[in-house]
């Protein structure tokens, strides 16, 4: 007997998905088991890229994760509303969730993975975090014996393409937004992109998975790439280093005497612009290309890279969870796979970001007087601030540059003094404030 799909939505991923599965030759053997048997959609005369019977088409979604025969519920449509609710009424109904709806998951993920556990049915999301990139599987499974300590990734490709367009040609910010528009790279409103939103959303969900906590999205702190100048891009390229809007939770190193409670040590999880190292490998990915690097003992590092959206790529993760789910299915037993269910309940602690260490760099205006270099370094020194490099680079104008690279320092102790440096008669602005990795 065939396993039955309710599918919510028939966009780009829903047609990629419907696709890939009514091309079944020479793919796996257990997509011959699955059964496309109601799809949901906005309007049923739109032209559509795939054929599908009239009976098998509905815009009536309720009756889809409703339907005592579905078996899968995959929820391709997007959006918040009311994307959660025909998730949480298809969980209380007994079927299991394929889902690409990152932001969904990142906001109602206690309720979504209390709901599923209570039915004893499976919420699978490996298209929303990476596109077609399996790392959603490998974090749960393949490397879920390591302690992991850092997940950094490059997983929004809007904001990779811009800035790796910004690097190579030496434009703004504003043009290659245009143009990013205007090539669909990036929305009509680029917001959840350009401001970062989206990759808080994803890296959420890294977190929670590699540390086994619950992230309340409210504690992820995000900054986004519009304040990037293609200054800033060239005075880094200048230092050995590239701009990257970069993902990143790490786990903060227990010290010696609570070394035992690593799994209650708090998270550092945010989102912002990073200067990278060159040699770094995530300083080579370009484009709309995503990738992440998981470090954890004692496995080391692990890189996953590939494209991070598209119609094929992400129907690819879509349709992986399907078959997961299908084998579950057939083998027809009544305990969850603890694998694949989500274990853990409790919130993960999140450090405020003045805790975090980190380097620096900034980019002062100046009037062009004597002796401020030297003001800079003692305000900085006072507050413990060790400085790596500082330079005079040139002049815009009539105002004198210069660039300061720290030393790892706690973020708070780095802002006191930059808060008492504004002050300083001679600094007319500070342009530009970048963390380093």
């Known amino acids: 007997m065939g396993v039955k799909l309710g599918i919510l939505g028939l966009g780009t991923v829903g047609t990629g998905t419907v696709q890939l599965l009514q091309d079944s030759a020479g793919r796996h053997p257990l997509l011959q088991e699955i059964e496309i048997y109601r799809v949901g959609v906005r309007s049923l005369d739109k032209p559509r890229a795939v054929e599908l019977?009239?009976?098998?088409?509905?815009?009536?979604?309720?009756?889809?994760?409703?339907?005592?025969?579905?078996?899968?519920?995959?929820?391709?449509?997007?959006?918040?509303?009311?994307?959660?609710?025909l998730i949480l009424t298809a969980l209380s109904n007994g079927k299991h969730v394929v889902t690409a709806n990152k932001a969904a998951i990142a906001r109602f993920s206690a309720e979504i993975f209390t709901?599923?556990?209570?039915?004893?049915?499976?919420?699978?999301?490996?298209?929303?975090?990476?596109?077609?990139?399996?790392?959603?599987?490998?974090?749960?499974q393949s490397l879920s014996v390591n302690r992991i300590h850092t997940v950094t990734g490059i997983v929004n490709g809007t904001t990779n393409y811009i800035l790796t367009r910004m690097q190579t040609e030496g434009s703004n910010f504003d043009d290659v937004l245009a143009d990013a528009q205007r090539l669909g790279y990036a929305e009509a409103d680029p917001t959840a992109d350009v401001d970062g939103l989206d990759a808080a959303d994803k890296?959420?969900?890294?977190?929670?998975?590699?540390?086994?906590?619950?992230?309340?999205?409210?504690?992820?702190?995000?900054?986004?790439?519009?304040?990037?100048?293609?200054?800033?891009?060239?005075?880094?390229?200048?230092?050995?280093?590239?701009?990257?809007?970069?993902?990143i939770a790490k786990r903060i190193t227990p010290t010696e005497e609570n070394a035992g409670t690593f799994h209650l040590s708090p998270l550092s999880v945010r989102v912002h612009p990073t200067l990278v190292p060159k040699a770094h490998p995530l300083a080579s990915i370009n484009g709309v290309y995503n990738a992440i690097l998981v470090e954890g003992e004692p496995i080391g590092q692990v890189m996953f890279f590939g494209p991070g959206a598209g119609a094929g790529a992400t129907a690819s993760a879509v349709t992986s969870d399907i078959l997961n789910l299908v084998a579950v299915i057939k083998s027809n037993t009544a305990v969850a796979n603890p694998l694949l269910a989500c274990g853990h309940q409790e919130y993960s602690q999140i450090a405020p970001m003045s805790e975090l260490i980190t380097r620096f760099y900034t980019r002062f205006l100046t009037n062009d007087q004597p002796g401020v270099i030297g003001k800079l370094g003692t305000c900085f020194g006072n507050y413990g601030v060790s400085l790596e490099s500082i330079v005079q680079t040139g002049f815009q104008g009539e105002l004198a540059e210069i660039v300061v690279v720290t030393h790892d320092v706690p973020e708070g102790n780095f802002r006191q003094a930059l808060a008492e440096i504004r002050d300083f008669e001679a600094i007319e602005s500070i342009p530009s404030l970048l963390r380093v990795l």
């Open 53 to 85: 019977s009239t009976e098998v088409l509905t815009t009536d979604l309720e009756s889809i994760v409703n339907d005592p025969a579905v078996d899968i519920v995959v929820e391709v449509m997007g959006g918040l509303e009311p994307a959660r609710s």
């Open 115 to 140: 709901t599923a556990n209570q039915a004893g049915v499976y919420v699978m999301l490996e298209a929303a975090v990476g596109g077609g990139i399996p790392v959603i599987q490998p974090l749960k």
């Open 203 to 247: 890296i959420a969900i890294l977190a929670s998975l590699g540390f086994g906590g619950r992230i309340n999205l409210k504690d992820v702190y995000t900054e986004g790439i519009r304040q990037v100048s293609k200054t800033d891009i060239a005075y880094a390229e200048k230092l050995g280093f590239v701009i990257k809007l970069l993902a």
